[in-house]
């Protein structure tokens, strides 16, 4: 079983910047993909950036590149997701997720947090 604890959302003006963290804990091999999800009101959930946290790589929405970056601290069992240059579209509930891969599909992942909103005003 895996734990999933998300920290970091709030509320900020456009062009601000936010830091979400996901505290895992329980089977490592069931997390080895880690990652955020969002989603707005009305909205599919849409995969933002997930990593590898064997391997390394990493995976960005085109939404989202050159803007956020997401990492890893593998001592605290914590990844991170820096949003930089916020915009009134990056409102969406946040979710962080973990698999035992990475890939697209939602439904890929086995074990969610219970997200934290971050909302940009204009």
């Known amino acids: 079983q895996v734990q999933l604890v998300e920290s970091g959302g709030g509320s900020v003006q456009a062009g601000g910047s936010l830091r979400l963290s996901c505290v895992a804990s329980g089977n490592r091999y069931s997390r080895r993909c880690m990652g955020w999800f969002r989603q707005a009101p009305g909205k599919e959930r849409e995969r933002v950036a997930t990593?590898?946290?064997?391997?390394?790589?990493?995976y960005y929405a085109n939404s989202v590149k050159g803007r956020f970056t997401i990492s890893q601290d593998n001592a605290k069992n914590t990844v991170y997701l820096r949003m930089n240059s916020l915009a009134p579209e990056d409102t969406a509930m946040y979710y962080c997720?973990?698999?035992?891969?990475?890939?697209?599909?939602?439904?890929?992942?086995?074990?969610w947090g219970q997200g934290t909103q971050v909302t940009v005003s204009s």
């Open positions: 997720a973990a698999g035992g891969y990475c890939g697209t599909a939602a439904r890929l992942y086995n074990y």
């Open positions: 990593i590898d946290t064997v391997g390394g790589s990493t």
